[in-house]
C-alpha cells in the first residue's frame, strides 16, 4: 500500500525542485530515530498480514466477467464498520489500493507469539473475505482472491467500461484507463503519472507468450502495430503502473524484539523470497493471453521502474547521478548485518555523501549503505502540506522514499511517536485462491522466524544467487523444472541441535501421505519417539566428516530438496519447522491439527503432488472446451475460471489437484483459558 498521506499531491515538476531537501531531511529523520530507539529492546513478538483482493461482476447472459470499479464506496462503508469488540478482537482494517477493483484487508491488531494464534488467521481472512461480499450482490458480484485478472487491459476489461486515452491519462496507455485506478486517494494516480514523466516515456512491459500448437510464429502483440518499435516478437506488451501495481499479493510483518533481531531476519529470509514466491506462483495469464511466467514480480518491477535512459546507462551521466542495475520494485542488493558481509558480491549503488553523513552519525556502516542505497531515488508523491516537517518529530521524508522502494524484504524502523518497534516485512508472497491457502504460507513465514532464531539457522548465500533465483523462480511450472541455488548447510557447526531435529531426509521429511513423517491423513501432527526425541542432526548438517561442503557453500536443489528434505542432503524447512512446533509447550490440539495441514499443503506443492495455482490456472485454461490452443484466453474460459474460483472460495466444489479434503480446525479467537490469562495478565495485544 505505502504511505498514504493527506494533502495536495505535486505533479513531477512541482515534485523535482524538492527532491534533494526531501532527502536530506529523510536522512535526518532516520538519524534522529537510530539513535533515539537502536538500544530498544523486549518487544514482543507481533504480526500482522496484508491480503488483498479483487472486485468482479458476472455477467451471465454473455458469459463474461470485468472487475467492478465499487472500490472506493465498498472502501467506506467496511471502514465505518472497523469496531474493535469482544466477540470479535482481531476485527478487520480496511484501506484503498491501486485499483479502484481492489481492497487491501489486515487483522484490525496484531497476532502474538502464541502457538495458538495462528490457528485464528484463516478464520480472520474468511471474515474479512465475508465482510466484503456480504456488500455485493451475491448473484453478479464476487469479492475473489486472486493475484492478476486474466484479461486485464483486455477491451472492457471494467464494469462500468471505459476507454483508455494514451494521450491525456496519467499513464498513457493504450489499454489501462484512469477510472480503473483508485478514485479514493491522489496517491495512485500521482504515482503513476510521475514515474511516466520522471523516466520520459511511459512504461514498457514485454512478457514472453507461452507457445501453444496454434500460436502464430512469430507471436505479435494485436495492441500494437507489426511495425510499431514497440513490438517485440512472441512477447506481450504491457504499458502502465497498473498491470503491475493492479495486482494482488500476500505480505507479512512481524516485530521483532530488537534492532539487531530484526536486521538478523531480514538478511535470514532473504534467501527464502524466490523460494516462497516459486511456491506461490499465481499469475500465468496477461492481457487475455497465456504467458511463458507463473509470477507477477517482474511484470511489476517494469510497471513502476521511473528510471532514465542516463540510469539504464542507455546515454552517458549527464543531468542523473547513478547508473542503476534494478528497478526501484526488486530484489534486495545487499545484507544488513555484519555476518552477510562476505556475501554481498554484487555492487551496490549508493549515494556516498548520504552514506558518510549516516556514518559520521552513528548509523552502523551496513545499515548506513542500505539506507543510502535506498536514498538514490526521488521521491514520487509530495504534498505540499508536508514538505516542512520537524526533523525529530516526523519521519514522512524518510517514509516517501521507503514505502516507494519495494523490495523483496522491507526494514522498517519504529514510526514516529508510536509504541511499535523495530519490523521486518516480508513481500514476495502471490495471493493464492483460498483463505486455507492464504493462511498456511503466512503462517509458515512466521513460524520460519521461530525456527532461525531458536536453531540458530544460517540462511545467508551470494546475493548474486539470491538474484538469480528471483528470476528462476518465475519461470513456467518452477517448482517441477527449475532448481535453485541453496545452502547446504543451515545449522551451525557450533549448535548441537538437540532440540528434537529430524534427522536429514525422507525419515525426518515428507513421507508419501504425510507431513515431516508425521502428520495424519486428517493434517495431525502426531509425533513419535524417533521424531520428538533428543537427536542431533546428522553428519550433512553438524559437518563431522571430512566430505561435508564448507559452510556457507550452496548447491543447485529442487524445491521438493528444500522444502521437504533430501534423503543425502539438506535436511528441508519442514522438517525444521516441525522440530520447533512439536517441541514447543505452548501447543492444543486444534492449533497442531492445524498447522499439521498447512505444512501438508506446502509439502505437497513443492514435491508437486499438488498444483501451484498458477499450475492449476493454466491447466483450467488449456483444458477448457473453447480455449484453441492459440495462447488466447477469451472471455468464456475466462468467465468460467473466475465462476470456479469463486465455488473454491466459498467452498461449494473441490480441486483435488489444488487442494486436498481437510478438516477445518481453525477458530475467530485463542482458546477460552489464554484469553482469561491475558486478561488477567494485562497482554491486551494478544
Not at 530484489?331 to 548485518?337: A, E, M, P, Q, T
Not at 488449456?622 to 467452498?651: A, I, K, N
Request: hydrophobic share 35%; with cysteine.
Amino acid at each position: 500500500m505505502g504511505l498514504l498521506s493527506e494533502g495536495h499531491a505535486l505533479n513531477w515538476s512541482e515534485t523535482k525542485p524538492y527532491a534533494e531537501y526531501i532527502r536530506v531531511h529523510g536522512i535526518e529523520q532516520f538519524i534522529n530515530s537510530w539513535n533515539r530507539l537502536k538500544h530498544r529492546r523486549g518487544d514482543s513478538l507481533k504480526w500482522g498480514d496484508e491480503i488483498e483482493g479483487m472486485l468482479v461482476r458476472f455477467d451471465h447472459a454473455n458469459r463474461r466477467v470485468q472487475l467492478l470499479l465499487r472500490g472506493v464506496e465498498l472502501l467506506e462503508l467496511l471502514k465505518a464498520s472497523e469496531v474493535p469488540s469482544q466477540e470479535d478482537p482481531y476485527y478487520s482494517h480496511w484501506v484503498c489500493e491501486y485499483g479502484e477493483y481492489m481492497v487491501e484487508g489486515t487483522p484490525g491488531r496484531p497476532y502474538g507469539g502464541l502457538l495458538a494464534h495462528f490457528n485464528v488467521v484463516e478464520k480472520n481472512m474468511g471474515i474479512r473475505r465475508n465482510e466484503v461480499n456480504k456488500l455485493l450482490n451475491s448473484d453478479t458480484e464476487a469479492f475473489v482472491l486472486l493475484t492478476t485478472f486474466p484479461r486485464l487491459g483486455c477491451p472492457s476489461f471494467t464494469f462500468p467500461s471505459y476507454q483508455a486515452d494514451p494521450l491525456n491519462s496519467a499513464s498513457h496507455s493504450l489499454f489501462f484507463p484512469d477510472e480503473a485506478i483508485c478514485q479514493g486517494h491522489p496517491r495512485f494516480r500521482t504515482l503513476t503519472k510521475n514515474i511516466r514523466e520522471r523516466r520520459g516515456s511511459k512504461i514498457r512491459i514485454q512478457v514472453p507468450i507461452f507457445r501453444d500448437v496454434r500460436t502464430p510464429d512469430p507471436f505479435l502483440d494485436p495492441g500494437l502495430a507489426p511495425d510499431d518499435p514497440l513490438t517485440r516478437p512472441d512477447h506481450i506488451y504491457m504499458d502502465a503502473m497498473g498491470f503491475g501495481m493492479g495486482s494482488s499479493c500476500a505480505q507479512v510483518t512481524f516485530q521483532a524484539s530488537s534492532l539487531q533481531e530484526a536486521v538478523l531476519l531480514y538478511d535470514q529470509l532473504a534467501p527464502l523470497c524466490p523460494i516462497l514466491l516459486a511456491l506461490t506462483a499465481a499469475s500465468p495469464v496477461w492481457k487475455g493471453f497465456l504467458s511463458d511466467c507463473d509470477c507477477r514480480w517482474n511484470v511489476i518491477s517494469a510497471a513502476v521502474d521511473c528510471r532514465t535512459p542516463q540510469e539504464l546507462g542507455l546515454e552517458p551521466l549527464t543531468t542523473d547521478k547513478f547508473v542503476i542495475p534494478k528497478s526501484r520494485y526488486d530484489s534486495i542488493d545487499c545484507y544488513l548485518s555484519a555476518e552477510g558481509e562476505p556475501y554481498n558480491d554484487i555492487p551496490v549503488v549508493m549515494d556516498r555523501g548520504y552514506y558518510e553523513r549516516l556514518v559520521s552519525a552513528g548509523v552502523a556502516p551496513q545499515i548506513a549503505r542500505h539506507v543510502a542505497h535506498l536514498f538514490i531515488r526521488d521521491p514520487m508523491v509530495v504534498y505540499r502540506e508536508k514538505l516542512e516537517l520537524d526533523d525529530a518529530k516526523d519521519t514522512d521524508h524518510f517514509e516517501n522514499i521507503q514505502s516507494t522502494n519495494w523490495q523483496t524484504m522491507r526494514f522498517k524502523p519504529p514510526p514516529a511517536g508510536s509504541p511499535i518497534g523495530w519490523r521486518v516485512e516480508f513481500r514476495p508472497l502471490e495471493l493464492q485462491l483460498t483463505d486455507f491457502e492464504n493462511a498456511a504460507y503466512v503462517v509458515f513465514v512466521v513460524l520460519l522466524t521461530r525456527v532461525i532464531l531458536t536453531l540458530n539457522l544460517d540462511f545467508l548465500m551470494p546475493i548474486s544467487q539470491v538474484d538469480a533465483n528471483m528470476q528462476e523462480c518465475q519461470k513456467r511450472d518452477a517448482v517441477g523444472r527449475s532448481r535453485f541455488h541453496f545452502r547446504t548447510r543451515v545449522i551451525p557447526r557450533s549448535n548441537s541441535c538437540s532440540a528434537g531435529l529430524p534427522p536429514s531426509g525422507r525419515t525426518g521429511g515428507i513421507a508419501d501421505d504425510s507431513v515431516a513423517g508425521n502428520v495424519n491423513q486428517t493434517g495431525n501432527l502426531t509425533g513419535n519417539d524417533n521424531q520428538t526425541g533428543n537427536q542431533t542432526v546428522n553428519d550433512n548438517q553438524t559437518g563431522t566428516t571430512s566430505d561435508t561442503p564448507p559452510i556457507g557453500s550452496t548447491r543447485p536443489m529442487t524445491l521438493d530438496e528444500i522444502v521437504n528434505g533430501s534423503p543425502t542432503g539438506f535436511i528441508g524447512l519442514i522438517p525444521l519447522v516441525y522440530s520447533y512446533v512439536e517441541s514447543h509447550p505452548d501447543m492444543d490440539v486444534d492449533t497442531r491439527c492445524t498447522i499439521g495441514q498447512y505444512l501438508k499443503l506446502i509439502g505437497h506443492r513443492a514435491s508437486g503432488k499438488l498444483r501451484t495455482t498458477a499450475g492449476w490456472i493454466r491447466s483450467f485454461v488449456t483444458s477448457h472446451p473453447e480455449y484453441q490452443r492459440d495462447s488466447v484466453v477469451p472471455d468464456g474460459v475466462c468467465y468460467d475460471l473466475l465462476r470456479t474460483m469463486t465455488r473454491l472460495q466459498s467452498g461449494e466444489i473441490e480441486a483435488p489437484d489444488l487442494l486436498f479434503a481437510r478438516i477445518d480446525r481453525s477458530q475467530a479467537h485463542i482458546p477460552d483459558a489464554l484469553r482469561s490469562h491475558l486478561a488477567r495478565t494485562g497482554d491486551d495485544t494478544n
